[in-house]
């Protein structure tokens, strides 16, 4: 099993439907993060968070919403799910201290909102 | 604020071709850190290699060796004798203490047989 899993892998929504993309995490890491991966973009970051009690936004937070409802899980939500948040969605997790910033990713969730 | 830049878009090369992917950064940081990261065309993200700011040693580990120059802020990848199985968009990272990295924008790789 992957150490890092996203549900669901697949999704097609609607425009103006709410969604919402879980992650849970069982490397024993205390931070998440959620990416967006659109083609010759890379890697843009939407939330994450060092702690259960700590929610940050990234370069791209308009239009999401994140919950830390523990420290193996972290959710991504789309209120109102956008043609244009049709993309590559990875949850990554990393520890903190010595090891530094590497971080880990699960399998990704494809959103398509038609 | 860190950037990173992954000036080739796109590579192809015939296969037992060499092959380097380029990666510049910019950071005001004195201590940070430098990764690759492989995204095969299953789309898994996988973690290649990480480097401390402190330790401009290159490193080879098989086939793949990391160049790693702070005098011009780069940390290229070469890939030796290429393979099909080499081809993937990599991506080129960059972080510091307490921060989330931040990618390029990738270089998809294609070997062809």
């Known amino acids: 099993d992957a150490d890092v899993t996203q549900t669901p892998r697949n999704r097609i929504t609607k425009t103006g439907k709410r969604i919402m993309l879980e992650c849970s995490q069982t490397?024993?890491?205390?931070?998440m993060y959620w990416y967006r991966q659109d083609p010759g973009l890379g890697l843009r970051l939407i939330y994450y968070?060092?702690?259960?009690?700590?929610?940050n936004k990234g370069e791209i937070s308009d239009g999401y919403s994140v919950s830390r409802q523990a420290q193996a899980k972290f959710s991504l939500s789309l209120e109102s799910a956008i043609p244009n948040q049709t993309a590559l969605y990875f949850c990554a997790t990393s520890a903190a201290g010595s090891s530094g910033n590497t971080i880990y990713f699960g399998e990704g969730s494809w959103l398509t909102v038609v | 604020a860190q950037k990173v830049t992954q000036a080739q878009t796109e590579i192809s090369v015939v296969e037992k071709e060499d092959v380097t992917l380029d990666c510049v950064y910019e950071t005001r940081d004195t201590t940070y850190y430098l990764f690759w990261y492989k995204q095969p065309p299953s789309g898994e993200l996988v973690f290649l290699i990480r480097r401390n700011s402190f330790d401009e040693q290159n490193e080879i580990s098989g086939r793949y060796s990391w160049n790693f120059q702070k005098s011009t802020s780069s940390f290229n990848f070469t890939i030796t004798a290429s393979q099909v199985v080499d081809s993937a968009v990599y991506f080129c990272a960059l972080g510091s203490r307490g921060t989330p990295l931040v990618f390029g924008k990738g270089t998809r790789l294609s070997v062809i047989a």
């Open positions: 490397k024993g890491h205390d931070r």
């Open positions: 968070s060092f702690d259960v009690k700590d929610i």
